[in-house]
T-cell receptor
């Protein structure tokens, strides 16, 4: 049973560019959340997708957008990259109905470096 | 607005002894707290949770205590093992569809 998979694992971009990160949730999960983890910090909630819609959003600018597909996989897009966007981007999946227990399953993350 | 704080960046413990990781929070409007463990190059892994209506929850070597009057949460690991060496995050959850607010993390090192 595959867990949460993310791609790519590492990538380097320059300021002003755009990036797309991808996530496949754990089998049986229908809800995907994205988190940003800066160096030395805890993960910060970006947004969550359920039924192909953004259901909840954290304190991130509109440069951060996402999408969920009918197969529950998800993409995170970041436009006009800034140096401060350099971080580990984590995808977490869960199944509707047990989300409130907090038991999210995380992928290994995509390490983004902006030069 | 740091609603969850882990004031100790690191903790070093001898194998077999108790590890105590601490977390303070500033907002009372939530349903549950959680602890996650993270190894290098891996995503965080859920460890244990506690509802805000409880004071204690146990799972094997791991026990979480919640002191609501002090707004303090702690994770006890007994006995500690070298494999427990990792970064530990406390997090709080509420009604927002699984949105978790994480602390900064504490690096636990268990020496053989």
């Amino acid at each position: 049973d595959a867990g949460v998979t993310q791609s790519p694992t590492h990538l380097i971009k320059t300021r002003g560019q755009q990036v797309t990160l991808r996530c496949s949730p754990k089998s049986g999960h229908d809800t995907v959340s994205w988190y940003q983890q800066a160096l030395g910090q805890g993960p910060q909630f970006i947004f969550q997708y359920y039924e192909e819609e953004e259901r909840q959003r954290g304190n991130f600018p509109d440069r951060f957008s996402g999408h969920q597909f009918p197969n529950y996989s998800s993409e995170l897009n970041v436009n006009a990259l800034l140096l401060g966007d350099s971080a580990l981007y984590l995808c977490a999946s869960s199944r509707q109905g047990i989300v409130r227990t907090g038991e999210l399953f995380f992928g290994e993350g995509s390490r983004l470096t902006v030069l | 607005d740091q609603q969850v704080k882990q004031n100790s960046p690191s903790l070093s413990v001898q194998e077999g002894r108790i590890s105590i990781l601490n977390c303070d929070y500033t907002n009372s409007m939530f349903d549950y707290f959680l602890w996650y463990k993270k190894y290098p190059a891996e995503g965080p892994t859920f460890l244990i949770s506690i509802s805000s209506i409880k004071d204690k929850n146990e799972d094997g070597r791991f026990t979480v205590f919640l002191n609501k009057s002090a707004k303090h949460l702690s994770l006890h690991i007994v006995p500690s093992q070298p494999g427990d060496s990792a970064v530990y995050f406390c997090a709080k959850g509420g009604t927002s569809y699984g949105k978790l607010t994480f602390g900064q993390g504490t690096i636990l090192t268990v020496h053989p």
